[in-house]
C-alpha cells in the first residue's frame, strides 16, 4: 500500500497525443510525504508536461535505504511500461527530486543494486538540493547505511558518477549546512572531467 503514484497528466493533452513526463521523488530523509511535490507536480502539469510523484516504503526495521532505492526502480520501470496508456513520451522521460529523493534519482543512475537495467535511461535529471554524498555529506544518512550494513561510500551518487550521464541541473541554496557548496562543486568537477553535463 505504501508504493502508489499519482499522475498528473497536460491539461490540454488530446486522446491520440503524448508528452514529455517529469519523474519526481520526493525528500523527508528516505521518508517525507509524496504531496510535498504535488505542487512541482502541478507546475509542470500547468506547463504541458505529464508528472508522476511516487511514494515508497521507508527504511525502518527490516527495510534498508537499498529497499527505498529499490522501491524507485519499480516505480520508474511502472511508468516505462505504462507510457502508452498514460500518454507518456517513454523517450523524454526526466528524473527530479528534492534532497533525498535527488539522492534516489541520481542513485538510480549509479548505484548497482543488480537492479534490472532502467528500461529507457532518462533524457535528464532536475535536482533540488541533492544528497549526492554520504561520505563527507548527510551524517544520518550515513549512519542509516551502516547499521543497514550498507557501506556510505558504496550508496554516495557523487563517489560513484560515470561516463555518459545525462544532462543533470542542480538547484540548492548557498546557505544550505547539509548540502553544502562546496559539496556540489566537488561533484559538478567529477562528473564533467567524465564529459558529462
Not at 527495510?63 to 511508468?79: E, I, Q, S
Not at 532502467?118 to 535529471?125: I, W, Y
Request: hydrophobic letters at 40%; proline letters at 8%.
Amino acid at each position: 500500500p505504501e508504493q502508489r503514484a499519482w499522475f498528473f497528466p497536460p491539461l490540454d493533452i488530446q486522446p491520440d497525443e503524448t508528452r514529455s513526463c517529469i519523474f519526481l521523488i520526493h525528500g523527508g530523509g528516505w521518508g517525507g510525504r509524496p504531496e510535498m511535490l504535488a505542487p512541482q507536480a502541478v507546475y509542470f502539469q500547468r506547463r504541458g508536461f505529464n508528472a508522476v510523484v511516487i511514494h515508497f516504503r521507508a527504511p525502518r526495521k527490516g527495510l534498508t535505504p537499498a529497499d527505498t532505492l529499490r522501491d524507485v526502480h519499480a516505480a520508474y520501470r511502472f511508468v516505462c511500461q505504462q507510457a502508452d496508456e498514460l500518454q507518456i513520451d517513454f523517450r523524454n522521460i526526466f528524473l527530479s527530486g528534492g534532497s533525498a529523493g535527488g539522492h534516489l534519482a541520481l542513485g538510480m543512475l549509479t548505484i548497482d543494486l543488480g537492479e534490472p537495467q532502467l528500461p529507457v535511461k532518462p533524457t535528464g535529471l532536475m535536482l533540488f538540493n541533492p544528497v549526492i554524498d554520504l561520505v563527507d555529506g548527510w551524517k544520518g544518512g550515513r549512519t542509516r547505511c551502516e547499521k543497514a550494513g550498507i557501506k556510505p561510500a558504496e550508496f554516495s551518487p557523487a563517489q560513484l558518477v560515470s561516463r555518459g550521464m545525462p544532462p543533470i541541473f542542480i538547484m540548492s541554496g548557498s546557505e544550505d549546512t547539509l548540502i553544502t557548496v562546496d559539496q556540489l562543486e566537488r561533484f559538478k568537477k567529477r562528473t564533467e572531467a567524465l564529459g558529462n553535463r
